[in-house]
């Protein structure tokens, strides 16, 4: 069976959708004839074989919109004859390239997200994208939310759409030990406008001895820089940038616990949520309209508050510093929910299992 995902970018692009494709295509690897083709950043095309995958970093056309336009694209599908073509959304570019390429393959799609900053692109490229969704064998989802919230999922047959959750590594956590920001709570995420570290910072504010880190980068870098500094928090919140994969594990490992402070529903999963219950820490998140607060069980796993209430989530933060005993047993709620229902091997096999399953073209 020749499999041909299309995304916008891998490894080692470590952002969530990236994490998730590596995972997924490393488990199907040895199951069918995978390729894996997403954006170079650079105006040349690059062939790879990244931990067995074959990955194709296509050169980029241009960029517009946050959407890489690959030219080749197209053809490289007709080329690579694919009996599935398994796309990544959002991503206009990829639905647009399958259609130019004369729809090869069985269509498959892995849902990630509604289109949410683009509202007047999106009113002209709802009906084309609607196309896309019903020309699907089968539109994959982690959260049955994604379906709820999505005003695009929500009209589709139900026998047309499938849940199967993000399956996410257990990693080698170093035994916990007190470090130079003992005790804090720790945020990971890239430095943009839907994940509210600003709002975090400020919640800091009321929070007695506790330190805040927050691990990332990105364009509001240099304003939340600012903003520790306006508020007098520099001895309490830390942002640090360019962090190992070794260290980011010990700050797991290290933390009293995690929080995740999304403001907008650009934040669909949070795959750093089960990457805190796997280093057993209970988690503080927010009740988007996404696939956030599924994850994350409020009162069994974590605590779920408003989006962007400061107060709320100052007072969250303070009842799980308070309250040891109840993170802890949090904390093991969280390690067992993620072995159940965040696992790599169930991913892979729902996932083949669904390509197996549909009609042969």
């Known amino acids: 069976?020749?499999?041909?995902?299309?995304?916008?970018?891998?490894?080692?692009?470590?952002?969530?959708?990236?994490?998730?494709?590596?995972?997924?295509?490393?488990?199907?690897?040895?199951?069918?004839?995978?390729?894996?083709?997403?954006?170079?950043?650079?105006?040349?095309?690059?062939?790879?074989?990244?931990?067995?995958?074959?990955?194709?970093?296509?050169?980029?056309?241009?960029?517009?919109?946050?959407?890489?336009?690959?030219?080749?694209?197209?053809?490289?599908?007709?080329e690579l004859k694919p009996d599935i073509v398994h796309i990544h959304l959002p991503n206009p570019w990829a639905e647009t390239a399958w259609k130019l390429a004369g729809r090869p393959g069985r269509l498959f799609i892995s849902y990630h997200s509604d289109i949410i900053r683009q509202k007047l692109l999106l009113k002209l490229y709802a009906p084309f994208h609607r196309s896309t969704l019903e020309s699907a064998e089968k539109i994959?989802?982690?959260?049955?939310?994604?379906?709820?919230?999505?005003?695009?999922?929500?009209?589709?047959?139900?026998?047309?759409?499938?849940?199967?959750?993000?399956?996410?590594?257990?990693?080698?956590?170093?035994?916990?030990?007190?470090?130079?920001?003992?005790?804090?709570?720790?945020?990971?995420?890239?430095?943009?406008?839907?994940?509210?570290?600003?709002?975090?910072?400020?919640?800091?504010?009321?929070?007695?001895?506790?330190?805040?880190?927050?691990?990332?980068?990105?364009?509001?870098?240099?304003?939340?820089?600012?903003?520790?500094?306006?508020?007098?928090?520099e001895e309490r919140v830390f942002l640090l940038e360019g962090v190992s994969r070794e260290k980011l594990l010990a700050l797991y490992s290290?933390?009293?616990?995690?929080?995740?402070?999304?403001?907008?529903?650009?934040?669909?999963?949070?795959?750093?949520?089960?990457?805190?219950?796997l280093a057993k820490k209970a988690v503080v998140s927010t009740d988007l309209a996404s696939g956030v607060p599924w994850v994350n069980v409020n009162g069994v796993t974590g605590i779920v508050v408003p989006p962007g209430d400061e107060k709320a989530l100052s007072e969250a933060l303070k009842a799980l510093h308070s309250a040891p005993e109840r993170r802890a047993a949090m904390g093991e709620a969280a390690y067992r929910r993620a072995k159940e229902v965040f696992s790599p091997e169930k991913m892979v096999e729902k996932t083949f299992a669904l390509y197996s399953e549909a009609p042969r073209a």
Request: glycine letters at 6%; aromatic letters at 12%.
């Open 254 to 277: 290290n933390c009293e616990f995690f929080t995740l402070p999304s403001v907008y529903r650009s934040e669909a999963f949070g795959i750093v949520q089960v990457e805190a219950f």
């Open 1 to 78: 069976m020749r499999v041909v995902h299309v995304g916008k970018y891998y490894w080692p692009y470590q952002r969530g959708i990236e994490t998730y494709l590596k995972v997924l295509s490393e488990g199907l690897s040895p199951l069918c004839d995978l390729s894996v083709i997403v954006s170079n950043d650079k105006r040349e095309t690059v062939e790879e074989n990244i931990d067995g995958v074959r990955v194709i970093r296509l050169a980029r056309s241009f960029k517009l919109r946050g959407t890489d336009f690959l030219f080749s694209l197209p053809d490289k599908l007709k």
């Open 140 to 233: 994959i989802v982690a959260t049955p939310n994604h379906i709820k919230f999505s005003p695009f999922l929500s009209k589709l047959p139900e026998e047309k759409l499938a849940v199967i959750p993000y399956g996410v590594r257990e990693e080698n956590y170093p035994v916990p030990e007190e470090n130079e920001y003992s005790p804090y709570v720790l945020s990971v995420g890239a430095l943009v406008y839907y994940k509210g570290f600003d709002v975090l910072i400020r919640a800091m504010k009321e929070v007695e001895g506790l330190k805040l880190v927050i691990v990332g980068e990105g364009p509001l870098a240099k304003k939340l820089r600012s903003l520790i500094k306006e508020l007098g928090l």
